[in-house]
């Protein structure tokens, strides 16, 4: 595909995943965060994470179902993003939530299963995000495949960090949970021998 395509879509997807942190800056500009400001800028910061890392996890089997090669690039944006928004989320939670105090932190981490669910997820995200350069891919080879699978359990860790957190309706968390099970299942079943698998899925040079 053309480079300047390629740059122009890249361009807006970088837009796209700006905006919410954009818009979250402009309402706290304005004053608008609501009641609890600390409450609002968690949950938008922790909802959009959960949908990049979501959103990431999507690009691959939408790449092969309906051959858009031109959405490869894309994941690295779009799991950026994730760990971007994950890592407001956590600073938000550290220093507006808890004010740095560690002892408190680390009691949280140890004793609220949601808590422990989500910092497990972001444990599993930060080393995704460090080796995403080229220049990582190239030297870890092999390794670098193997431990970005680390993106499928963070994925869970995520969705149950969201279930466990909500107190009434779920209904929300399930139907992330639904989606990430959807991805999760596609690929599984594209781990099947090519054989099984109706013959106009496979393709030439697939890797998984
Ligand atoms: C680094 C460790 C993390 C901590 C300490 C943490 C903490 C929190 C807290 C305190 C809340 C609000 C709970 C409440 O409303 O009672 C929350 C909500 C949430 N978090 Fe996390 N979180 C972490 C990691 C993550 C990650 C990695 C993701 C996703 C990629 C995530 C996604 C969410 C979502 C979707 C919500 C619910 C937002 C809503 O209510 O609309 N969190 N988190």
Not at 1 to 29: C, N
Not at 116 to 132: D, H, V
Not at 174 to 199: E, S
Request: aromatic share 12%.
């Amino acid at each position: 595909m053309a480079t300047k395509r390629r740059q122009w879509i890249q361009g807006v997807t970088i837009g796209v995943v700006a905006a919410p942190a954009v818009g979250l800056a402009a309402t706290a500009a304005f004053g608008d965060l609501g009641a609890n400001p600390i409450e609002t800028v968690t949950h938008v910061t922790g909802e959009w994470g959960l949908r990049f890392l979501l959103l990431a996890l999507a690009v691959t089997p939408a790449r092969r179902a309906f051959r858009w090669s031109w959405l490869a690039p894309l994941r690295r944006t779009l799991g950026l993003a994730a760990f971007g928004y994950a890592t407001l989320h956590f600073l938000t939670y550290l220093a507006l939530d808890h004010y740095f105090d560690w002892n408190s932190i680390a009691e949280d981490v140890l004793e609220r299963r949601y808590v422990t669910a989500g910092f497990a997820a972001f444990l599993c995200m930060a080393p995704l995000a460090a080796t995403s350069t080229r220049r990582a891919m190239k030297r870890l080879g092999q390794r670098w495949v193997t431990l970005h699978r680390l993106v499928y359990a963070a994925g869970v860790l995520a969705v149950v960090h969201f279930l466990w957190l909500v107190k009434a309706d779920e209904r929300e968390p399930l139907v992330y949970g639904a989606v990430l099970a959807l991805l999760l299942g596609y690929r599984v079943w594209r781990r099947r021998p090519a054989g099984a698998r109706p013959a106009h899925s496979v393709e030439i040079g697939s890797s998984s």
